[in-house]
């Protein structure tokens, strides 16, 4: 590899170079097949000099002491975490400083795969200190307002219907296979809203990330970052209620310890193989028995499903629900989808029709991903 087209300036009089790989996300480090070493927490002490130094001196003989160092000590000796606090917290009042502890202890922030929820609600705390709008404008540009597209989905047990989520939002959907003729039959709700036992968890906010309906009836499961949990969704009433859970993804399914599934699922769907289910994360997929927790496979997405090669799904699928008919699902991907025949336990599978852009196909979710998006996409083929 040439080193100057990519960033790295290599000259003739510099031998034996090496290059420095830095991910939060270790098995982007096995993938490469390099030696890692692992960057320890700062211990105590440690922490709170970085801390002091970033907030300045002035309450060593005030009363503000105490909150700080319970402040430094949610920070967990996490760097990222101790600078972005003392620096949105120098010069602010009692109250400000209460106030940001209160938050952080009361976090549940987990959506990000491989950031401590602790970097990342310190990081929301240096953004909402942000005194100037158009500042807070750069950042929302590029990290806040992404484009909102489906991120999850589950079948429901009512004939052609599912569960659409956005973020902390979903909706149920007619989806018509085959047609045009979709509706939305309700929403889109504050995931809180529709489902008000799920208030204060992760699945309520940041959102649920991954679903897949089970094939006991009303059921589902729901993943949130690395928390998952069986949930009855009492269809067309606000009665959903979790009936195991929420715990870790590992603590619900051990066979996924030491796997890249054991920090999160991208997306899922049940097979037409009773108490089977096929998981999504980066471009591998799992097959599982979940009434009787065992793992049956893990490959590549192109393995398991050889028509899968070279489309946008070969690399992961966002979000994917089983259809009512039988071994098909939908895949979706950014603002594009495929129906797909899965063919359970062989490869004879197949993409209905082609990969094809959502909206055309879909239309009842122009209004709602427009107004999402401030319509700032374009969503026409």
């Known amino acids: 590899m040439s080193g100057c087209p990519t960033g790295i300036p290599i000259t003739d009089g510099n031998k034996n170079c090496k290059v420095v790989l830095t991910s939060r996300n270790r098995d982007v480090l096995k993938n490469m097949d390099v030696k890692d070493f692992k960057i320890d927490i700062l211990p105590e002490e440690e922490s709170w000099a970085l801390f002091k130094k970033k907030v300045g001196n002035y309450f060593d003989a005030h009363e503000l002491r105490e909150i700080a160092w319970a402040i430094c000590k949610e920070c967990q000796g996490l760097p990222a975490a101790i600078i972005a ?11 400000a400083w209460q106030d ?10 987990n959506k990000i795969e491989g950031i401590n929820p602790k970097v990342f609600a310190s990081l929301k705390c240096s953004y909402d200190r942000l005194n100037s709008e158009d500042a807070k404008s750069c950042i929302n540009g590029n990290l806040v307002n992404l484009p909102c597209y489906i991120n999850a989905a589950f079948r429901s047990s009512c004939t052609n219907e599912a569960y659409l989520f956005m973020k902390d939002e979903y909706l149920r959907y007619d989806y018509s296979p085959g047609s045009t003729n979709d509706k939305v039959l309700n929403g889109p709700l504050r995931i809180s809203e529709g489902y008000p036992s799920l208030k204060n968890t992760a699945f309520a906010e940041p959102g649920i990330d991954c679903a897949f309906g089970s094939h006991h009836e009303d059921e589902a499961f729901i993943f949130s970052g690395n928390l998952c949990a069986r949930f009855n969704y009492a269809p067309g009433t606000t009665d959903g209620k979790i009936i195991q859970g929420p715990m ?17 699922v991208d997306s899922a769907f049940e097979s037409t193989v009773i108490d089977e289910a096929y998981l999504f994360k980066g471009n591998q997929q799992a097959l599982i028995n979940y009434n009787d927790p065992h793992l049956i496979a893990i490959r ?6 050889v028509s899968l090669k070279d489309t946008i799904f070969e690399t992961g699928i966002e979000a994917a629900f089983a259809s009512h008919r039988p071994n098909e699902a939908y895949l979706f991907k950014g603002d594009s989808y495929a129906r797909f025949n899965f063919a359970p336990h062989t490869t004879h599978d197949y993409v209905i029709g082609d990969v094809r852009k959502i909206l055309p196909y879909w239309p009842p979710l122009y209004g709602i991903w427009r107004s999402k998006n401030k319509g700032s996409l374009d969503f026409h083929e």
């Open 248 to 264: 870790t993804i590992i603590e619900m399914f051990p066979f996924f310890k030491g796997t890249v599934f054991e920090s999160g």
């Open 85 to 95: 606090l003392g620096v949105a917290l120098r010069g602010k009042d009692m109250d």
């Open 100 to 109: 940001e502890l209160d938050k952080l202890k009361n976090s549940t922030l």
């Open 300 to 305: 590549y997405i192109t393995e398991g499903f």
